[in-house]
């Protein structure tokens, strides 16, 4: 497969889109793209499981694992910062490592109040995700530095992948998923993550791990899940209080090859799902729209889709400004960011 160099002459042009948002329309769709660092200059072999954040000024900030290879026991998490005035990204920096131990499944969110970023995370304390241990720790300048690492789980097998959400009570869910026994729940929150309490678990034949969700105009909750029998289907599931109980997991037309997918609603109320449009290959990566809340989604635009590359677990993101941002595995040699609009998801091809 050819590989790409990132330059900072891609992400330069980002400037003509994000000072000025209010210049683009749907009548010109627009859509940049990039590696957020040199293919084999970053430190490590190889990298995957991206999570992004925008700052309180707008800026994008990344962060995924990288090591020798996944589960290698110098796998640590990075992270790197986009300015959204340049469009350039920072030289990668760690912001978790375990001496002997490899780090896994980064999941970056901002606080209500932009003032805390938080890094949920898993640690490998033997040799499989099944030996995973779930943690989180707080930064108070915006990823620079870090408190001490909190035990969010004692028992190992869970895992984080999404980001999580708050809800129109400001309850906070924080998507989760049994590694051992391959069944989804959620993590809630009242009081603003001091305290968790547990939803009711989902499960389906051959396993659903890794749920993403979003809150409906009506407040009620829309998940979707990675399969985990090769059925080549995601599955999907909703709530009507808030995440406790969850209806009997289904499937739809949305295809999925055993990997993770994300979604996010958009400013208009549409949702955007970033997905791997194939029952067995990580490659396309692909948005999709939906204008009616995820009943349907006749929408589709691939993101990525070169030929023998694998484009994997997804983040995504939606701005105030109506910008969908995304980052992804790319053939896990880098992780690619892009940002787009509606305009350009939807716009005939």
Same mark, same amino acid.
């Given at each position: 497969?050819?590989?790409?160099?990132?330059?900072?002459?891609?992400?330069?042009?980002?400037?003509?889109?994000?000072?000025?948002?209010?210049?683009?329309?749907?009548?010109?769709?627009?859509?940049?793209?990039?590696?957020?660092?040199?293919?084999?200059?970053?430190?490590?072999?190889?990298?995957?499981?991206?999570?992004? !954040?925008?700052?309180?000024?707008?800026?994008?900030?990344?962060?995924?694992?990288?090591?020798?290879?996944?589960?290698?026991?110098?796998?640590? !998490?990075?992270?790197?910062?986009?300015?959204?005035?340049?469009?350039?990204?920072?030289?990668?920096?760690?912001?978790?490592?375990?001496?002997?131990?490899?780090?896994?499944?980064?999941?970056?969110?901002?606080?209500?109040?932009?003032?805390?970023?938080?890094?949920?995370?898993?640690?490998?304390?033997?040799?499989?995700?099944?030996?995973?241990?779930?943690?989180?720790?707080?930064?108070?300048?915006?990823?620079?530095?870090?408190?001490?690492?909190?035990?969010?789980?004692?028992?190992?097998?869970?895992?984080?992948?999404?980001?999580?959400?708050?809800?129109?009570?400001?309850?906070?869910?924080?998507?989760?998923?049994?590694?051992?026994?391959?069944? #989804?729940?959620?993590?809630? #929150?009242?009081?603003?993550?001091?305290?968790?309490?547990?939803?009711?678990?989902?499960?389906?034949?051959?396993? !659903?791990?890794?749920?993403?969700?979003?809150?409906?105009?009506?407040?009620?909750?829309?998940?979707?899940?990675?399969?985990?029998?090769?059925?080549?289907?995601?599955?999907?599931?909703?709530?009507?209080?808030?995440?406790?109980?969850?209806?009997?997991?289904?499937?739809?037309? !949305?295809?999925?090859?055993? #990997?993770?997918?994300?979604?996010?609603?958009?400013?208009?109320?549409?949702?955007?799902?970033?997905?791997?449009?194939?029952?067995?290959?990580?490659?396309?990566?692909?948005?999709?729209?939906?204008?009616?809340?995820?009943?349907?989604?006749?929408?589709?635009?691939?993101?990525?889709?070169?030929?023998?590359?694998?484009?994997?677990?997804?983040?995504?993101?939606?701005?105030?400004?109506?910008?969908?941002?995304?980052?992804?595995?790319?053939?896990?040699?880098?992780?690619?960011?892009?940002?787009?609009?509606?305009?350009?998801?939807?716009?005939?091809?």
């Amino acid at each position: 497969m050819k590989k790409i160099a990132a330059t900072t002459g891609v992400f330069a042009l980002l400037l003509c889109v994000f000072a000025s948002v209010n210049a683009h329309s749907e009548s010109k769709p627009f859509y940049r793209d990039g590696l957020i660092f040199p293919i084999g200059n970053a430190g490590f072999k190889s990298c995957h499981g991206s999570t992004l !954040i925008e700052l309180s000024n707008g800026d994008i900030l990344a962060a995924w694992y990288g090591g020798d290879y996944e589960r290698a026991h110098n796998v640590k !998490i990075y992270a790197a910062r986009m300015n959204i005035v340049t469009g350039e990204w920072t030289k990668p920096w760690i912001i978790q490592e375990t001496p002997g131990l490899s780090e896994g499944n980064p999941v970056l969110w901002l606080s209500p109040d932009k003032k805390t970023v938080w890094l949920f995370f898993v640690t490998i304390m033997k040799e499989t995700w099944n030996d995973a241990r779930m943690f989180y720790k707080k930064s108070t300048d915006e990823g620079k530095t870090w408190g001490e690492h909190v035990t969010l789980i004692e028992k190992l097998g869970w895992m984080t992948r999404n980001k999580p959400l708050v809800l129109k009570n400001g309850d906070i869910l924080l998507p989760i998923y049994n590694e051992t026994m391959f069944y #989804s729940q959620f993590f809630i #929150s009242k009081d603003g993550g001091t305290n968790w309490d547990w939803s009711g678990p989902l499960r389906a034949p051959g396993g !659903i791990i890794q749920p993403s969700v979003v809150q409906l105009s009506d407040g009620s909750l829309l998940t979707v899940m990675r399969t985990g029998s090769g059925n080549g289907l995601a599955w999907w599931s909703r709530s009507a209080n808030d995440g406790k109980k969850w209806t009997k997991p289904y499937t739809t037309d !949305i295809k999925n090859p055993m #990997s993770a997918a994300d979604m996010v609603t958009l400013p208009n109320g549409h949702i955007a799902l970033v997905y791997n449009d194939s029952a067995k290959e990580r490659n396309p990566l692909t948005v999709a729209i939906s204008t009616d809340e995820g009943k349907t989604w006749p929408v589709k635009r691939d993101i990525e889709n070169a030929p023998n590359g694998s484009f994997g677990y997804p983040a995504v993101i939606a701005t105030s400004d109506g910008v969908i941002h995304v980052t992804y595995s790319y053939s896990r040699d880098s992780i690619k960011y892009a940002a787009f609009d509606e305009a350009w998801a939807t716009e005939k091809q």
